[in-house]
């Protein structure tokens, strides 16, 4: 019995050594390009540029299976950032996939809301804080003003509200009140 252990032991480290140098030998490096795009677009993971997210979009761009201008909430000044890192001619939004809209934040009516989570499982980037049963609230810098939490909310308590985005400082200043807060 203990040199069937033995046995096992050793074909383990053995084949964990092989993996451990497979990886190593192996690995695949990503197109710089990719990650210089990614860094470009906005990172609201919201799906409307077809994709589930910025990155698969990036890849997307990079193998010529979609277009610069699909990214409503980056707009105009993403269009025209990835058009001088490709070298490309910059072009509208393409309407299919929105409008350009002004950047919101997700605020949510304590009072309201009955904590039943489902704007949590909504939350592509989890900025939103809460359990079961328990009122919820939003990470207001980690929000990405998506709209995704809205259509899940049984109780209509959350309310999408325009942010400035101050550029030296690059933090969300809210605003002291909403209409449908105050």
């Keep these: 019995m203990i040199s069937a252990l033995i046995i096992f032991v050793i074909a383990a480290i053995v084949l964990g050594a092989i993996l451990g140098f497979?990886?190593?030998?192996?690995?695949v490096d990503e197109n710089p390009?990719?990650?210089q795009i990614n860094?470009?677009?906005?990172?609201?993971q919201c799906g409307q540029c077809t994709f589930p997210g910025c990155k698969p979009y990036a890849t997307a761009?990079?193998?010529?299976?979609?277009?610069?201008?699909q990214c409503p909430p980056g707009g105009e000044a993403t269009i025209q950032a990835l058009a001088t890192l490709l070298g490309l001619e910059?072009?509208?939004l393409n309407p299919d996939n929105g409008i350009e809209?002004?950047?919101?934040?997700?605020?949510?009516?304590?009072?309201?809301?009955?904590g039943c989570t489902l704007c949590i499982q909504a939350c592509p980037v989890d900025?939103?804080?809460?359990?079961?049963?328990?009122?919820?609230?939003?990470?207001?810098?980690?929000?990405?003003?998506?709209?995704?939490?809205?259509?899940p909310c049984p109780v209509d308590c959350i309310?999408?509200?325009?942010?400035?985005?101050?550029?030296?400082?690059?933090?969300?200043?809210?605003?002291?009140?909403?209409s449908k807060l105050a």
């Design 61 to 69: 761009i990079v193998n010529g299976e979609a277009d610069i201008n």
């Design 127 to 151: 900025a939103i804080l809460g359990a079961a049963k328990q009122m919820h609230t939003v990470i207001a810098s980690e929000c990405t003003g998506c709209d995704l939490c809205l259509p």
């Design 159 to 178: 309310d999408m509200v325009e942010v400035n985005v101050s550029l030296q400082s690059w933090h969300w200043e809210l605003p002291q009140t909403t």
């Design 101 to 114: 809209e002004k950047t919101t934040v997700a605020i949510i009516d304590e009072a309201t809301c009955i």
């Design 33 to 35: 390009v990719v990650e």
């Design 22 to 27: 497979a990886s190593v030998r192996f690995q």
């Design 90 to 92: 910059a072009k509208p």
């Design 39 to 44: 860094a470009i677009l906005p990172q609201t």
